[in-house]
């Protein structure tokens, strides 16, 4: 099976730099995705890791680490909008592409 | 911009009915979804939807749920008999592809329901 854990809860002050971790126990996937979500309203995709290594999209970044079985997300210039959840996902194969989502992250971004 | 809409927002129902909840994937989109979320809880997935039928389902989606791609625009969820177990926030995806690693879900804001 698969699990993925995440802090439950950060908090930061508007332009800082914060790291959301995902440690996961799976038996294989394709790729480490994220997803934000603002107020339970519809999640959105962030980022994508197929390989090792860090992907940088804007402001975001995010990492993946096969070997140490451990992902994160990174948010820089933390902005006031940035407060939502944050949940990792991973993507079994021959699965229908159904996702399978971290418990998330509620970031709290303060002024 | 494309994106997947859901109807109706918020459902009530009472305990033992039958509810359709509807979604309208992005039109290029061949691979659909139904996810939910428990006030609080993570999300997680019911079932996936290709070429009119089932790809795949979780241990959630027992015999009181189904699927239906009814045109080749709506995509909808039916509980026969809801529970109220089944309260929660029930979110469609569609993607355009689920070749090789990438495949980029667009969730719909969702429907919330609450069943009594």
């Known amino acids: 099976g698969q699990s993925l854990e995440q802090p439950s809860e950060v908090t930061a002050v508007e332009g800082a730099i914060v790291q959301i971790n995902c440690t996961y126990q799976?038996?294989?996937?394709?790729?480490l995705s994220w997803y934000q979500q603002h107020d339970g309203g519809a999640p959105t995709f962030l980022s994508y890791n197929a390989l090792d290594g860090l992907e940088e999209t804007g402001r975001f970044s995010s990492f993946l680490s096969r070997s140490d079985s451990y992902g994160y997300l990174l948010l820089q210039e933390l902005q006031m909008k940035d407060s939502a959840s944050y949940f990792c996902?991973?993507?079994?194969?021959?699965?229908?592409?159904?996702?399978?989502f971290g418990q998330g992250t509620e970031l709290s971004v303060k002024p | 911009e494309p994106e997947v809409t859901q109807t109706p927002s918020h459902q009530v129902t009472q305990m033992g009915q039958e509810v359709i909840l509807r979604c309208v994937p992005i039109s290029n989109h061949l691979y659909f979804y139904w996810y939910r979320q428990i006030l609080g809880q993570k999300v997680e997935f019911l079932v996936s939807?290709?070429?009119?039928?089932?790809?795949?389902k979780s241990e959630i989606f027992d015999d009181q749920f189904s699927v239906e791609r009814p045109d080749g625009s709506n995509f909808t969820l039916k509980i026969r008999s809801t529970k109220l177990e089944d309260s929660a926030m029930y979110f469609c995806a569609s993607s355009a592809w689920d070749i090789g690693s990438y495949n980029e879900q667009f969730f719909g804001p969702g429907t919330r329901l609450t069943v009594l």
């Open positions: 939807f290709y070429n009119n039928e089932i790809s795949e």
């Open positions: 799976t038996s294989g996937f394709y790729g």
């Open positions: 996902a991973v993507r079994p194969p021959n699965q229908g592409g159904k996702l399978i």
